[in-house]
């Protein structure tokens, strides 16, 4: 989801072109995410570089509340003293960098005893070699826009920081843990997924394949199989947040019979349900175009989770007292379980 944000951002036109450029974006995007930048502090600060730091309210491009901007970027806000060859977008999300970078060239400017001397200076803050075959053109290291591309601004966001050792000032920090929303971000990458989508996914899959495992003959059918995965994997919802029916899966499910990528299509429109009630501030139609795009991990995420799943003790625990304990028979009815016979409850009285 953060990097449908950055993305949607850097592709909004602004001055009469894209933040990004088309051939950037997703480096741009990359650069963002890895940086920690917080979309509310960029917001803020490119408001003040459209209007040059003269108050409009409210702002065309940029809908809702009025962002704070971070301090660096009101020295940039004229554009005569701007770096000529600097993107807005990098102005807008490292201020604090192109200020040390315009401070530095000043310096080298005062220092320099002469213009050769001067060029390699500041090349090098750059990363730009003249012996490096990859960057031996002036051509290639400006973008489709005639703006430094983004390995470059890479280059000096590194030098900044081995030169002052200061965090970025756009970047959430340890005062924002609160509204930090890359913490989420880092959880999913230590567990191996791509995004919320993936995890849904991976978890729904484990539970259907447990199911069929263990359980397969408490089934009248694939669907009612598949929907009580899916009631598993929403029991938060339905039993804690209760804002979320479970026959409302079971209608998912029965939409997906005569599909067949069905558990794929099934996930993904599980997946959509959830995450638009975990993220009201996000349309039902917003949540649904992410999906889309997440289409190919989440079939990976189906594909590799059924060839690989051969039993978890905690996904078993969760399953066996699902089909098992009596305050889940509402539950189970919802989905299409057999009614328990005695040898199923004694089974879940054994523990498996």
């Known amino acids: ?7 949607d951002t850097l592709s909004q036109d602004c001055q009469g072109q894209r933040l990004a450029s088309p051939d950037q974006l997703d480096e741009v995007v990359d650069l963002m995410v890895s940086s920690k930048i917080d979309p509310k ?4 600060n490119l408001i003040v570089l459209i209007e040059q730091g003269t108050p409009v309210s409210p702002h065309p491009k940029i809908e809702g509340q009025r962002f704070p901007p971070t301090p660096s970027v009101h020295v940039l806000a004229p554009v005569f003293l701007r770096p000529r060859d600097m ?3 990098f102005l807008a999300g490292f201020p604090d960098v192109v200020r040390w970078y315009c401070q530095a060239m000043a310096d080298i400017g005062a220092t320099c005893t002469s213009e050769d001397d001067a060029g390699r200076s500041a090349t090098r803050l750059l990363g730009i070699f003249p012996a490096s075959d990859h960057n031996s053109g002036h051509a290639d290291f400006l973008d489709s826009q005639g703006c430094l591309r983004v390995r470059y601004c890479c280059n000096l966001i590194e030098n900044y920081k081995k030169e002052t050792s200061r965090p970025l000032e756009t970047a959430f920090g340890e005062e924002s843990v609160a509204d930090n929303i890359y913490l989420g971000f880092d959880l999913l990458d230590a567990m191996g997924q791509e995004s919320n989508f993936t995890l849904i996914a991976t978890n729904t899959t484990k539970y259907y394949m447990e199911l069929r495992r263990s359980h397969a003959h408490c089934f009248l059918d694939d669907t009612s199989l598949i929907a009580a995965a899916g009631i598993i994997d929403a029991a938060m919802y ?5 804002n979320l029916a479970a026959d409302h899966i079971t209608v998912l499910a029965k ?11 099934f996930c993904s429109r599980l997946a959509i349900l959830l995450i638009s009630l975990d993220c009201p501030e996000f349309t039902i139609e917003e949540v649904t175009n992410t999906c889309k795009q997440q289409a190919d991990a989440i079939s990976r995420s189906v594909k590799r989770t059924m060839a690989s799943y051969t039993g978890e003790s905690m996904v078993a625990a969760v399953v066996g ?3 098992t304990d009596n305050q889940f028979a509402n539950l189970r009815q ?9 040898l199923d409850n004694l089974k879940g009285l054994l523990g498996g």
């Open 334 to 342: 919802a989905a299409g379980v057999h009614p328990l016979t005695f």
């Open 87 to 89: 993107p807005l977008w």
């Open 238 to 242: 339905i039993l804690v947040h209760r």
């Open 41 to 44: 502090r960029f917001a803020g």
């Open 255 to 265: 939409e997906t019979e005569g599909r067949d990528d069905r558990l794929i299509c």
């Open 1 to 7: 989801m953060i990097r449908q944000i950055w993305k």
């Open 321 to 323: 007292r699902f089909m």
